[in-house]
């Protein structure tokens, strides 16, 4: 009698694995690791010792449920998780995170410092595997997004954030094509300006299966692009004499990292903040239905081209459908829906930095595929050129929906 092995695609061990990631917060919260923003101490020392390991286990398990060679494995990790624990603790310096530089920033600076100027080593490539990191962190993220927690934040915030979300991600992505840009960066290009900024073309590049070298430029153009907008921005509501709701919807709504709106909120009043915030996490909420949105609209490509395959079928639809963007989306409803509100709130806020620690290692990772010719490339200026009309766009358009909302309709 023979016997059937049993085999799982990588995209279902990814849900799996973020599934157990998040059940382990559930129950465990105090003994889950977390990456330490300083080394000031003996604790803050072990945590990060402990997070490795605790990675460690995790990514083992996967590569050999896969049957991938695991030689090299924890070395190349350690060398990794190092670079991505020195980018923390640069973004924690006072004067860094001020000026609103997160840790994906350092980590894709000094993972393209290594890749072009020291060339990575065949030791150091096992654990780079930035697809896997991305797609586990955006499983987990499902569980900070929580449903209930927006709603009661305000109808308003969430009805900006649905109209702004899927006004200038189309505009984004129409000025984009017609710029010439190909649809894989048109498609993270257009997330990242109206959705969420990082995280947005995040999960984008993980719907469409996106190259790593246009993902990296992307993240740059929105990090680079929101330490001006943060300073400037509130500067012009000031001068425009905007009330505080309309100015921090506005701030909000375009700029697209949440440290940067936060600091950026906090410069016009604790109203301009907390209306700021609000709107943020609305859009944010909004990444899974943008994110299934996506993955419908690409699985009708045909491989990723502007080619359209002719009626593909349910069946193709659903093997070309990213998995894990189901299992971001189900995390998302388990804990709106089936978890006491603190409990979700508790375990949420361990995902997010578990999130967190996976990205920036993530983003290590592409740097290390990277080279600075991919990026200063001449075929780049027209996505440089469409980012900052998409952004205009952004600015003038949430402005404006603000305005409606938060004074004539609010009142």
């Excluded at 967190?356 to 200026?381: H, M, P």
Aim: proline share 3%.
């Amino acid at each position: 009698m023979s016997t059937k092995k049993i085999s799982i695609s990588e995209d279902w061990l990814i849900v799996i694995t973020g599934a157990f990631i998040l059940i382990l917060s559930l129950l465990f919260p105090h003994y889950m690791p977390s990456m330490p923003k300083t080394l000031d101490n003996w604790n803050d020392a072990g945590m990060a010792v402990y997070l490795l390991a605790f990675l460690y286990i995790v990514i083992l398990l996967d590569f050999l449920i896969l049957r991938r060679a695991t030689r090299g494995l924890l070395l190349s990790l350690t060398i990794i998780y190092g670079i991505s624990l020195a980018s923390q603790l640069i973004s924690n310096i006072p004067f860094i995170k001020e000026i609103g530089l997160e840790p994906v920033f350092f980590s894709v600076v000094f993972g393209l410092l290594v890749s072009n100027l020291l060339k990575v080593p065949d030791w150091m490539k096992p654990a780079i595997q930035s697809e896997f990191y991305i797609k586990t962190g955006i499983v987990c993220l499902g569980a900070t997004i929580l449903i209930g927690d927006v709603m009661k934040s305000g109808a308003y915030g969430l009805l900006q954030a649905l109209v702004v979300v899927f006004a200038v991600w189309f505009m984004a992505f129409r000025v984009s094509r017609r710029m010439g840009v190909d649809g894989e960066t048109s498609t993270m290009l257009a997330s990242s300006v109206s959705i969420c900024g990082v995280s947005a073309a995040i999960a984008t590049a993980g719907v469409i299966n996106g190259d790593n070298k246009k993902l990296s430029y992307i993240v740059s153009l929105v990090l680079v692009c929101a330490v001006p907008m943060m300073y400037l921005m509130p500067w012009l509501a000031n001068i425009m004499g905007l009330s505080s709701d309309v100015a921090g919807a506005w701030l909000g709504g375009t700029i697209d990292t949440t440290g940067a709106v936060a600091a950026s909120g906090t410069m016009l009043g604790e109203e301009a903040a907390n209306t700021a915030i609000i709107v943020k996490s609305s859009q944010n909420v909004l990444l899974g239905v943008a994110a299934f949105v996506i993955s419908i609209f690409w699985s009708f490509q045909s491989e990723g081209t502007k080619k359209a395959a002719q009626k593909p079928t349910a069946k193709l639809i659903w093997q070309r459908f990213p998995k894990f963007v189901v299992g971001f989306v189900l995390a998302s409803l388990v804990f709106s829906l089936l978890i006491d509100g603190q409990a979700a709130r508790e375990a949420g806020k361990i995902a997010k930095d578990f999130t967190n620690s996976l990205f920036s290692i993530a983003f290590v990772c592409v740097g290390l595929e990277t080279r600075f010719r991919d990026i200063v490339s001449k075929e780049n200026r027209n996505t440089l050129k469409a980012f900052l009309a998409a952004q205009g766009f952004n600015i003038v358009f949430t402005l404006l929906v603000a305005w409606l909302i938060f004074d004539v309709i609010k009142g």
